[in-house]
């Protein structure tokens, strides 16, 4: 009888196991709704609209997924600094949040192809003269928190760099318009877009850190998902929809590399 129980249990455990591993796809299906966390104050790509709306290329990229998916899209904005929370506690079921990928973030959550460009460098006022990390000794630069210009920038620029990071990029630009900081690590097109703000006053690009890709994020463990996520992506890019997207939002084609990279 003690064997039995023995059996049971374990039996009971592995079904467990395999509930909680479960492919998350069928569970979005079958609710007719994917959760996608996206950003609401990184203009080009997520803003917030006069009429309150969400805008922009990560928001035009989520419809385009969850139409893959075959449901709706619930957009949920979330801040850069807790996305990869937000997924890991599944509030969200993926993100599309200019999202970039390395070694730290694989272990912890699995990326899709990819599905935009994204530099990240850092921009300044034009009296400060800064060609590579070596020159902001002594400086003071902000980011907002959590990005990958946060990490690779405490990793590269000397000791007596400061490095004063805001909770949202909403912060990081008043910071600069306000004169708070001279000098930023953030992305391209976000700098391009800050310039408009102040015309007198324009962030030059100093120097770029990384050239980057934007890619969806999802939790490990969603082998069907991940494909679904690619299958939509894929199809995407072969009709030209996708770099219509990149185009209307930041002036640019998609590059070669990832309109023509599926996986």
Known sequence: MKFVKTILALAALA?????ACADNLADIQKAGVVKIGVPQDFAPYGSVRSDLKLQGLDIDVAKLVAKGLGVKAELVPVPISSRMAFL???KIDLIISTLGKNAEREKVIDFSQGYAPYNNSVFGVAAIKVSGPADLANQTVGVARS???????????????????????????????????????????VA???????????????????VSTCYVGMNKGE??????????????KKSGELNGIVQKWLNVPLPEKIATTYQ
Do not use: C, W
């Open 15 to 19: 079904t467990l196991s395999g509930t």
């Open 192 to 210: 391009y877009a800050l310039a408009e703000k102040t015309p007198t006053n324009k962030p030059l690009l100093k120097y770029i850190i990384n």
């Open 147 to 189: 990005t990958f210009e946060d990490l690779m920038l405490t990793d590269s620029v000397p000791k007596s760099t400061t490095i004063k990071r805001y909770e949202d990029n909403n912060g990081l630009i008043s910071a600069y318009v306000s004169g708070q900081v001279q000098i930023v690590g953030t992305g391209d097109f």
């Open 88 to 90: 890991q506690t599944h």
């Open 223 to 236: 082998p069907a998902l991940m494909a679904k996520v690619n299958e939509a992506l894929t199809a995407s």
